[in-house]
């Protein structure tokens, strides 16, 4: 039932969680603090470096297994170089091709669901999800892209009803856009890099299935390799036109 918002979370614990979705499902440790000077301008406090790893994340370890550098994950050898102890090596969470594909899912909440009005930012990287808990006692939401992930609550500090016509998209989403408006100015837009072993499969709406050609409605939706729906058979299709080209094979987004 935690999927369907039993839980009580703060919006600290629901930014860190869209955080990790937002980063491609790395940890995130918070902070609130991340400099502090004193008047000659001298940095007398600076918070922990953050480093992203996907294997081999404790600086003490000797690696066994050797992985290709990536651009903003440390690779086992330097954290093994290390010697700044308070370095956080944040490991991965979450499979990044499942998290990719949730990208794309909770960019379409924006595009065509409940998050519709986040659209007036005019961009075409965000994501997001709405939330309304029962008798509309707490309303949300929570938006990202790659780079940045915010979360909107709205409700009383006691719990108590708000009204029947507060939502997740009425009350806590302009909240989350004015704020959003400021932050993402002039800033580019930021998508997750697609990882391997993601295909974009023709489907039937309505089924999940695979389209047949000639069907009108059909969508591209992403797949896990392994996952993607299984290929027509030809042979209980006998209304086929000879012409048509069925797509049997998943095909690379990119």
């Known amino acids: 039932s935690l999927a369907l918002g039993s839980g009580n979370l703060t919006p600290m614990e629901v930014a860190r969680g869209f955080a990790v979705i937002a980063n491609g499902g790395y940890d995130v440790q918070p902070y609130l603090i991340e400099t502090i000077t004193n008047d000659k301008n001298e940095v007398i406090f600076q918070a922990p ?14 690696p066994d297994d050797e992985q290709d550098p990536v651009e903003n994950i440390a690779t086992p050898e330097q954290i093994k170089e290390r010697k700044d102890p308070d370095t956080r090596f944040m490991p991965r969470l979450a499979e990044e091709r499942s998290v990719y594909i949730l990208h794309s899912m909770l960019r379409d909440v924006v595009k065509r669901g409940t ?26 939401f929570a938006g990202f892209n790659h780079d940045v992930a915010t979360t909107a609550w709205v409700g009383f500090d006691q719990p108590s009803p708000m009204g029947r016509s507060e939502f997740g998209a009425t009350a806590a989403l302009p909240v989350w856009l004015d704020y959003m408006t400021v932050a993402m100015a002039g800033k580019p837009s930021s998508f997750m890099p697609q990882p391997n072993g993601i295909v974009s499969v023709r489907i039937d709406p309505e089924t999940g299935k695979r389209a047949r050609p000639s069907q009108s409605d059909a969508l591209f939706e992403l797949f896990r390799e392994e996952d993607a729906p299984a290929p027509l058979n030809t042979s209980e299709n006998t209304n086929r036109n000879e012409s048509e080209d069925y797509d049997d094979v998943p095909q690379e987004l990119f």
């Open 115 to 140: 998050g519709r009005r986040a659209l007036a930012l005019g961009r075409d990287d965000i994501g997001g999800k709405t939330g309304t808990t029962n008798e509309q006692k707490d309303t949300w």
């Open 49 to 62: 470096e953050v480093v992203l790893c996907d294997q081999d994340c404790d600086p003490g370890k000797t």
